[in-house]
């Protein structure tokens, strides 16, 4: 059975910065797409970013591009998030997901973790 469990969450002032990480158990982590996605209170569950699974490859919300950076570690079994420059509206439960191939749409992942909330106040 997949497993992937985050963790880092929390709360952090606007402007400052925050490292979330997700280890991924139960299958062989380098043949897995690794994704991050949000869901703010309300709004539907969105794309934050993806990397291939070697790392070569990544990818980017627009809303995010150049303030996050995807990066996996597959000796450890681990992906991370590194959001700097965080707004108000980062606010959300952010989500470890995984795939077999690179994908967007949250309806095509096929692991995912429980979540963390990142709040980020003003």
């Known amino acids: 059975q997949v497993q992937l469990v985050e963790s880092g969450g929390g709360l952090v002032q606007a402007g400052n910065s925050l490292n979330l990480s997700c280890v991924v158990s139960g299958r062989t982590f380098r043949n897995l797409v690794m994704g991050w996605f949000r869901q703010a209170p309300g709004k539907e569950r969105e794309f934050v970013t993806t990397i291939s699974w070697g790392g070569a490859a990544t990818y980017y919300a627009d809303s995010v591009k150049d303030r996050f950076t995807i990066t996996r570690d597959n000796a450890k079994n681990t992906v991370y998030l590194q959001m700097n420059s965080l707004k108000t509206e980062d606010t959300a439960v952010y989500y470890c997901?995984?795939?077999?191939?690179?994908?967007?749409?949250?309806?095509?992942?096929?692991?995912w973790g429980k979540g963390t909330l990142v709040t980020v106040s003003s």
């Open positions: 997901a995984a795939a077999t191939r690179i994908v967007r749409d949250p309806r095509s992942m096929d692991y």
